[in-house]
């Protein structure tokens, strides 16, 4: 493992892209971020700008509205990029899918890298799929 | 020469969908002179799923998880708001157990909303280490939901007729004993926001809404009540059982963001008394009363205090499995406008840009709950909203 690889597994720098979601699954991501889960020890931080992130974070259903500048912001961050959909309304529409305003899942939209099911996930999911993730990076990085 | 006519005197600031300050996709658009704000306008079509729509195409039962996650935070008043407006439409006695078991989840919810907006108003204000402090405690209460519910966020606890768990008394037991130590915690965060030169620096005089303008705004919950409006729709209009269980309502006449924060850590202390009493004082007997699958014809209405404000619910019959028309009035949309009012300057009162994150977060901003209310049609840029009759229209 090259230097740029150890040092991309061990600072993934995320940023969070709420895409019209409930909030459920948004204030498990910040739980899972605080105190008693503290994903930092993973090396994560969590960061305002596109263009610093390495890993994006998405909650809730994609709307028709929010699905350019979802694009867009996904453009604006650099590579080797990568996207986790957290939550059953990322991974799949979840309770809303059928409704006329949302895409069936991130993945009609953006390439998905990890799926975190559960509404919203319990914040042990979350950091199961984070070294989930972090697992994959290894392999193809 | 002029040089006047190449300055620009206004400036436009886009903020959002995305923004390090936001937490939802919301766009404001800030006019601002200098370094302040002169106007302001707020976009919420970003979060609209349509799901009044989809209510009317599924059947009661299914509607109750559709509800819920109108809003992940405040999901305990939504699925209370539902199942109180179905239940109207059978004219039936739910069971005096429930009753008490949806009083204690909803003010469960509300200690563990308004800790969460304390974290989160800290954080606004650049106070992140009591940011961390107030959600490693507010996992306390969380703990305490998915003892009672089963869930850790989205309770599913209420539904038409009662509720769908028991309370064991080991968890009253937990409970008691896990509201001492939020109380006494509770305590200390107030100490930290009465005494602490940086809350005063960010919030006193920040976000000022006077009583009279809050009124005509229609601004709702915890930020009317900042401006010393006393108004709680458990107090004045109660329900389940909110006339049996004491409480007060909370007001200060401070008008500003740094009262909605005394108003809101006041609240939790409120809401510790009715946990206790709920306990103390639930009866015995069933928690659930079995009613048919299709309501009778007729409408209800139900109004709920969510830890936001006011939320209403309407729902029309016809008789059948689905609800002909449902509808959703959500107490982050009424306190937008006053939003609006809070960041526009005027005469001696002065928004710097930097007040605008704490003066938004003051609020409570919940926007997942927000865009039904308008009627959007965002292909076309159009938004207006709706009286009931233009409603009753469109649905023909």
New interface residues.
């Given amino acids: 493992m090259g230097i740029i690889t150890w040092s991309r597994i061990r600072s993934p720098w995320l940023l ?13 991501v ?2 899972t971020l ?3 889960y503290d994903l930092e020890r993973f090396g994560c931080l969590l ?4 263009r610093h992130a390495d890993v994006m974070v998405v909650t ?2 994609v ?4 699905r350019d ?1 979802l694009i867009r ?1 996904y453009e604006q961050m650099p590579e080797p990029k990568f996207v986790v959909a957290v939550g059953a309304c990322a991974c799949s529409g ?3 899918q ?5 895409y069936p899942g991130l993945d009609a939209v953006l390439p998905v890298d990890a799926y975190i099911p559960g ?2 996930p ?1 914040p042990e999911a979350i950091i199961n799929g984070v070294a989930a993730l972090l697992a994959k990076l290894e392999g193809r990085l | 020469m002029s040089v006047s006519s190449s300055y620009e005197r206004f400036f436009d600031i886009p903020i959002g969908p995305q923004h390090p300050a936001l937490k939802e996709p919301l766009f404001l658009k800030l006019i601002v002179e200098g370094e302040h704000v002169v106007a302001a306008d707020v976009d919420v079509s970003y979060t609209h799923r349509g799901i009044e729509r989809a209510m009317q195409e599924r059947n009661y039962v299914q509607n109750i998880y559709l509800a819920e996650r109108i809003c992940g935070i405040c999901n305990v008043a939504h699925t209370l708001c539902y199942c109180q407006n179905v239940e109207g439409l059978y004219d039936v006695e739910i069971p005096s157990r429930a009753l008490y078991i949806r009083v204690l989840v909803e003010e469960l919810a509300r200690i563990h909303s308004h800790l969460l907006w304390l974290g989160v108003a800290a954080h606004e204000i650049g106070f992140d280490t009591l940011f961390m402090y107030v959600w490693r405690d507010r996992e306390i209460v969380m703990d305490l939901i998915e003892e009672v519910t089963g869930n850790r966020v989205t309770s599913a606890i209420n539904t038409i007729g009662g509720v769908r768990r028991d309370v064991k008394p080991e968890t009253c037991d937990k409970c008691l004993k896990a509201m001492d130590y939020i109380e006494e915690r509770t305590k200390y965060y107030k100490r930290v926001c009465k005494t602490d030169p940086t809350i005063a620096a960010r919030c006193v005089g920040v976000g000022i809404l006077k009583p009279d303008e809050a009124v005509r705004l229609c601004a709702v919950g915890p930020t009317l009540r900042a401006s010393n409006v006393k108004y709680d729709v458990r107090a004045d209009d109660p329900y389940a059982v909110h006339d049996e269980v004491p409480f007060n309502v909370i007001v200060y006449d401070t008008n500003d963001s740094f009262g909605r924060i005394l108003v809101r850590i006041d609240e939790i202390f409120e809401s510790i008394n009715m946990v206790r009493y709920c306990i103390k004082h639930m009866p015995s007997g069933p928690v659930r009363a079995r009613l048919r699958l299709n309501p009778p014809v007729g409408e209800h209405l139900s109004r709920v205090e969510a830890p936001r404000g006011e939320l209403v619910h309407y729902v029309k019959s016809n008789g059948s499995e689905k609800p002909e028309r449902y509808k959703v009035r959500t107490p982050t949309f009424e306190n937008l406008s006053a939003l609006c009012e809070m960041l526009t300057s005027k005469g001696n009162y002065v928004v710097n840009i930097a007040d605008v994150p704490v003066v938004f977060a003051s609020i409570d901003p919940c926007l997942s709950c927000t865009s039904r209310v308008a009627i959007l049609d965002s292909e076309r840029g159009k938004i207006w909203i709706g009286s009931l009759e233009e409603l009753k229209r469109l649905k023909r």
């Fill in positions: 969070h892209f709420n895409t019209g979601g409930c909030n459920g699954c948004d204030i498990e910040l739980a605080t105190p008693r960061k305002g700008s596109p809730g259903p709307t028709r509205q929010v500048r912001v979840g309770v809303f059928g409704c006329y305003n949302v509404c919203p319990k």
